[in-house]
Nanobody, 114 residues
């Protein structure tokens, strides 16, 4: 079965860093563009970053450019999101997605608070 499992979320102070991971199984990982989305309470899911199947192209929301870095390791079938200089407004549940929102993980909570 297809599985996407996020990990690495937690509580961090403003200016701190977290590294999220998304472990994939049950499909040909390298055939899929992968993305990170986030959803704050009462709001819809927004695209944070995406990465092409072999990592050659990346895209970032304007709000995270220069602070977040998306990457992937196709051998490990894992996608990552390095989040630096975290801000209060980054607080959300972060989800990984494969393809055009074809598959979703369960999400991992990121809370930025002083």
């Amino acid at each position: 079965q297809v599985q996407l499992v996020e990990s690495g979320g937690g509580l961090v102070q403003p200016g701190g860093s977290l590294r999220l991971s998304c472990a994939a199984s049950g499909f040909t990982f390298s055939s899929f563009t992968m993305s990170w989305y986030r959803q704050a309470p009462g709001k819809g899911r927004e695209l944070v970053a995406s990465i092409s199947n072999f990592g050659g192209r990346t895209n970032y929301a304007d709000s995270v450019k220069g602070r977040f870095a998306i990457s992937r390791d196709n051998d490990k079938k894992t996608m990552y999101l390095q989040m630096n200089n975290l801000k209060l407004e980054d607080t959300a549940v972060y989800y990984c997605s494969a393809g055009l929102r074809t598959y979703w993980g369960q999400g991992t909570q990121v809370t930025v608070s002083s």
